[in-house]
């Protein structure tokens, strides 16, 4: 069984701080873990995957996330926020092998201000 | 073709009648996966296509949902007798062989 659990419905950041997504996830093996983003009316796009290589992952538009199993989490950091960053961000699971249907988070809506 | 493709992009329909959604994988990938995703909600699992295997319909949530898959090619999803609760996203995403899914548009379904 796996799940994961987002623990922040929304944040708010002023262009040009930090962003932090917090996930924290449950699985009864090794899991991938990806996280994914969506803009209004547009498709989910990968931002960045861990498949048990690197614990620091780095993806696309500045974003990179910290696999700790220690801690169970994963979360998303980007050193400073662009107003094009604002979207809903979904944290996933899956296995590595078998079905690997993605497990995802509720998602957590970034919103950058001015 | 470039990416995956689904269709309708938009879908409005009564309650009662029954839908059909259609989605074209991203060519050469032999997995397709069908989700859901509700207003403000994450997406749920609905059913897995892995070659000429079997489905796993394990995420269909009730029998008047059904799939179908012919090879490695194009697949729709049925939902019969339409009610409101299944009114969603519905996105479709396709692998290859790494462990990463593409996902289609989705078709926006609202059942009135």
């Known amino acids: 069984a796996q799940s994961v659990t987002q623990l922040d419905s929304h944040v708010s950041v002023s262009e040009g701080t930090p962003v932090l997504l917090r996930c924290n996830y449950s699985?009864?093996?090794?899991?991938?873990l990806f996280w994914y983003v969506q803009h209004p009316n547009k498709g989910l796009q990968l931002l960045l995957k861990?498949?048990?290589?690197?614990?620091l992952v780095k993806g696309i538009n500045g974003f990179e996330a910290e696999f700790k199993k220690s801690e169970t989490s994963f979360h998303l950091t980007k050193p400073s926020a662009h107003m094009s960053d604002a979207a809903e961000y979904f944290c996933v699971v899956s296995r590595d092998t078998g079905r690997r249907a993605l497990t995802f988070g509720s998602g957590t809506r970034l919103q950058v201000q001015p | 073709g470039a990416g995956v493709s689904q269709s309708p992009s938009n879908k409005v329909t009564e309650k009662g009648k029954d839908v059909e959604l259609r989605c074209d994988p991203i060519?050469?990938?032999?997995?397709l996966y069908w989700y859901r995703q509700r207003l403000g909600q994450g997406l749920e699992f609905l059913i897995y296509f892995q070659g000429n295997s079997a489905p796993d319909k394990s995420g269909l949530p009730s029998d008047r949902f059904s799939a179908e898959r012919t090879g490695e090619s194009v697949s729709t999803l049925t939902i019969q007798r339409t009610q409101q609760e299944d009114s969603a996203v519905y996105l479709c995403a396709s692998r290859g062989t790494s462990n990463e899914q593409f996902f289609g548009p989705g078709t926006r379904l609202t059942v009135l």
């Open positions: 861990y498949t048990s290589a690197a614990t």
């Open positions: 699985s009864s093996y090794s899991p991938s």
């Open positions: 060519s050469g990938h032999t997995a």
